[in-house]
């Protein structure tokens, strides 16, 4: 697409928007970056223009002329599609598109597209390490962290792009069409932003909208909403399991990944070589081998990658052992379903800090999931009361509130003994306390790294 003179708007002026100004005017597009958040100045927001920018720039509201020229709208993904302006530009029969499907229509190379509940972040920094150490032409973008319009003009005809996506940015995507994708799971997650589950399940499934039979798409077969997709997909399913030996497609059993091929399993490596922790990252990294190897990379070389990769900051992120007891930094578990896994892997008595931001979440699998391994619930942040009934409905009482994650540490590190450990595993995003689970994780462990030894 030609967008020399195109006239766009573009909704949100954070990292997402900012990334995508700079790509339209790369490509000589006339913009508009909008925000409506009337507390902005429009002299903070150029400054933190792209170095040479220049756009104009509307806050709070935008004017009948500006709308009736808009040709296309580029939305961040934190901009619900059912906000007034996007369902306004709708009805004017104006295309709404997300910064992936703006990236997409500049890619050069090769994508592979990452989406789920949980583990997005680790299977893709994995596959990311995978596919650089294969072919020195990849990069990883997305919901990990960096712009994918940021990135996307350094793709060639020969490179890879692994993206993670979220169900944010799927809403908005058209023509995307990656080489390989995968949906990892799909739990209650977001329900305040797509209202049903059944919309989050077909947000999600929206990765492998436009695939073929030419491309893959990797299913987690202990997932029902995913094994079902793969009756049903466009692509050509594969699946991998943690529970079950599967005839054709990868599986963990016994501390061991193997992938099947018409029923005969071929050993590829044991968790104790790799080093992550937990059932769920032998998921995470059957989803990565899975799609490395539709991909055809040689399974040598992708277990070499497997073997030498670290954990994600944030996710399952061992801190330090101050004295005699461990610390685990989990901010990244926003969701109940993500913090079971976290509970999963820890193996001592734990005293664990939870609570934030209600998303609309039920904690009840959360709370049965401590199954004698928490110690002591510490919780914090606007869920605290909400997470406290439903322990009490469950038969654990022993919980504590804390108005802040520094009296929580307080607590724990002067409860907490040696043999035992703490984990930060909120089950709820940050906001309201934080302004992402990042800088609640970074703070965790600037705290933990605080501790003097006795």
């Not at 520094?406 to 089950?427: N, R, T, Y």
Request: aromatic letters at 8%; hydrophobic letters at 40%.
């Amino acid at each position: 697409m030609d967008f020399t003179g195109k006239r766009v708007l573009i909704v949100g002026t954070k990292k997402s928007g900012m990334a995508a100004l700079g790509l339209l005017k790369q490509h000589g597009a006339q913009t508009i970056l909008y925000d409506g958040n009337e507390q902005l100045s429009e002299e903070d927001i150029r400054s933190e223009l792209p170095p040479g920018v220049e756009t104009d720039i509307r806050i709070g509201t935008l004017s009948e002329k500006d709308k009736e020229a808009i040709e296309l709208i580029v939305i961040s993904p934190g901009v619900p599609i059912d906000s007034p302006l996007v369902l306004e530009f709708q009805e004017r029969k104006v295309p709404i598109w997300g910064e992936v499907e703006l990236a997409y229509a500049f890619e050069k190379g090769k994508v592979l597209a990452i989406t789920g509940t949980n583990g997005k972040t680790t299977t893709t920094a994995l596959l990311g390490q995978i596919m650089q150490d294969a072919t020195h032409k990849a990069f990883t973008v997305g919901n990990i962290g960096i712009p994918y319009t940021q990135m996307v003009s350094g793709t060639e005809e020969d490179s890879v792009t692994v993206a993670e996506i979220s169900s944010f940015q799927l809403e908005t995507v058209h023509a995307f069409r990656p080489a390989v994708s995968a949906i990892l799971n799909i739990t209650p997650d977001h329900l305040n932003r797509h209202h049903t589950m059944e919309c989050y399940v077909q947000t999600k499934e929206r990765i492998a909208a436009m695939q073929t039979k030419a491309e893959t798409c990797v299913l987690n077969y202990e997932d029902s909403y995913t094994r079902q997709f793969g009756l049903v997909t466009t692509a050509r399913p594969v699946y991998f399991s943690g529970a079950h030996e599967l005839e054709n497609g990868f599986y963990y059993k016994d501390g061991v990944i193997y992938k099947a091929e018409g029923g005969k399993a071929t050993r590829l490596l044991a968790m104790s070589e790799t080093h992550l922790l937990g059932v769920h990252n032998a998921e995470n990294i059957m989803a990565a081998v899975a799609m490395a190897d539709s991909y055809g990379i040689a399974m040598e070389q992708i277990l070499e990658s497997v073997k030498s990769f670290h954990a994600v900051e944030h996710r399952l992120e061992f801190v330090a052992t101050k004295r005699g007891v461990d610390y685990y930094n989990d901010s990244k578990g926003t969701n109940p379903d993500a913090a079971i896994k976290g509970i999963g892997a820890m193996v001592k008595p734990t005293f664990l800090i939870g609570g934030g931001y209600d998303k609309g979440s039920e904690y009840d699998e959360w709370i049965e999931s401590f199954d004698g391994k928490v110690k002591k619930l510490v919780l914090i942040g606007q869920t605290r009361e909400k997470i406290a009934d439903c322990a009490k409905r469950h038969g654990f009482e022993d919980y504590v509130f804390a108005e802040s994650l520094e009296e929580a540490m307080e607590l724990c590190i002067k409860e907490a003994k040696e043999g035992d450990c703490v984990l930060l595993s909120p089950a709820c995003a940050s906001w309201g306390m934080f302004p992402n689970y990042e800088v609640r994780g970074n703070r965790f462990k600037d705290m933990v790294l605080a501790i003097e030894e006795k």
